[in-house]
């Protein structure tokens, strides 16, 4: 009995691998005949709107199947706006990967919330889309409509990512997965900033350019200030990670991103950067800070304290915060924060619309600035109605996340949680002088981040024990 069963599964997988091979066969075949004939007739459109259809629909269906899969990718497509875009002509700004893959997340999304069974629904998602509704008065009120679709879309992505990596990362393997790819996107964005700077002429050249001008290192979807917000996110969680990892090849490679992150945050020359990712630092050490930890804490600040100072644009950043009362930047922002103070007290219900800040201002800096305070920014461009909406968004997110904290009794995810707490008090500090949280790339890593959390607090036991062990081993 049993070795007729073995030899019909025997059978049967013999049979899907017949059929898995014509199917291939035929695939080659069709893919030749379009060659063959875009060769004959010298028009490659043809061959590229199929590739370019068939990857697509080929992503929709395994990625129906296997969602979280789409979050890592849609993560990563982030980073491939610095290889390259796609030019559109009039006002249009160039689109990115990343804004390719958004309308299929949504439509993904829209096809597993019909399917999910799970209720993920909750206080935070309902702020979100209250803040969402409201801001929508953005773009019938707004002079510069596109810019305050844009701006929507950056609130909206958010919005979305959050609720696709509720539902789709749904056990600790996916948790732990996510862990991983958020530590290689920031060494990968490390990466691009000394590629940028190695594309300046030489390490040597690029490094004498950023004396002159911080924003030489720049990508196609943000500038260095911009960019240095990653790193406030990603290198406390990262941190945790090193001192909670026990094998010494994991340990020394997890130190080797954490080093290259912070060189990388260096080269950004972003004073704020720096400064919300100390007292980040500082308030995660509180709990880090044991016995057994003092030897690794003390190596991992003994190799940036030395890159630190082998660094000559370190000079440059310390010299940069302590004359930054002195700066353009400090003047140019202060006036532009009165400039905002008096817009939203001539406009204090509705604002004048997301990103219109600098249509309505007397202190000019460009018609899209910002206000470089989320506070200020908020109200001038949703009004008290939506700052107060967001701003209560921001603090039940801050009791979410200590209430997990103290409920939860494993260490190891405690630390963890612990680790999200100090970047996320870091990204809002940040926030009070970058436009970060209006970003569509932050907005997407940031909420993102948030969810994983969520779910990690809402592991069960015996799942809670597992990853312990996991993220240990």
């Not at 954490?258 to 720096?274: E, F, I, K, N, Y």
Request: charged share 10%; aromatic share 14%; proline share 3%.
């Amino acid at each position: 009995m049993n070795m007729s069963i073995s030899i019909n599964k025997l059978q049967s997988n013999s049979n899907k691998k017949i059929q898995l091979q014509n199917k291939a066969l035929i695939f080659l075949i069709l893919i030749e005949l379009l060659l063959l004939i875009s060769i004959l007739v010298e028009n490659f459109l043809i061959p590229g709107i199929f590739f370019v259809s068939l990857l697509g629909i080929s992503l929709l269906i395994y990625s129906i199947k296997q969602p979280h899969y789409f979050l890592y990718i849609f993560l990563l497509s982030i980073l491939a706006g610095s290889v390259g875009k796609v030019d559109i002509a009039g006002k249009v700004p160039p689109i990115l990967w990343v804004d390719i893959l958004f309308p299929f997340m949504i439509l993904i999304l829209i096809i597993l919330l019909y399917f999910n069974k799970e209720k993920v629904w909750n206080y935070l998602l309902l702020f979100y889309l209250v803040f969402l509704i409201w801001s929508c008065l953005s773009f019938f009120i707004a002079h510069d409509k596109l810019r305050a679709l844009l701006i929507w879309k950056s609130y909206l992505g958010g919005f979305v990512v959050f609720l696709f990596a509720l539902i789709t990362i749904t056990d600790y393997k996916k948790i732990i997965n996510y862990f991983k790819v958020l530590s290689v996107w920031g060494l990968i964005l490390a990466i691009i900033e000394l590629y940028i700077i190695y594309s300046l002429g030489s390490i040597k050249l690029g490094i004498v350019g950023l004396f002159f001008n911080k924003n030489l290192l720049a990508t196609s979807w943000g500038k260095s200030n911009y960019l240095a917000t990653f790193y406030v996110l990603i290198i406390p969680i990262v941190t945790t990670l090193f001192f909670l990892s026990r094998p010494l090849n994991r340990k020394l490679l997890i130190l080797f991103i954490m080093v290259v992150m912070v060189s990388a945050l260096v080269l950004t020359l972003s004073r704020g950067g720096m400064i919300a990712l100390g007292i980040s630092i500082i308030i995660l050490m509180t709990r880090l800070l044991r016995p057994r930890t003092f030897i690794p804490i003390l190596i991992a600040i003994g190799l940036i304290s030395l890159i630190l100072i082998l660094n000559p644009l370190t000079t440059v950043l310390i010299e940069r915060i302590n004359k930054a009362e002195h700066s353009l930047s400090y003047f140019t922002r202060i006036n532009f924060y009165k400039d905002v103070w008096n817009i939203f007290l001539e406009n204090p219900i509705t604002g004048v619309g997301l990103g219109n800040l600098g249509y309505h201002s007397k202190f000019i800096v460009s018609v899209h600035a910002s206000a470089h305070n989320i506070i200020l920014g908020l109200l001038g461009e949703t009004g008290i109605i939506g700052a107060l909406i967001y701003l209560s968004l921001l603090i039940y997110i801050s009791v979410i996340c200590v209430v997990n904290y103290i409920k939860e009794k494993d260490k190891t995810i405690k630390l963890l949680l612990w680790s999200f707490i100090s970047a996320f008090i870091g990204v809002v500090i940040h926030s009070m002088i970058e436009p970060n949280f209006e970003g569509f790339q932050f907005s997407i890593m940031f909420w993102s981040t948030l969810a994983i959390f969520i779910r990690l607090s809402n592991l069960n036991e015996n799942e809670k024990i597992i990853f312990s062990k996991s993220i240990k081993s």
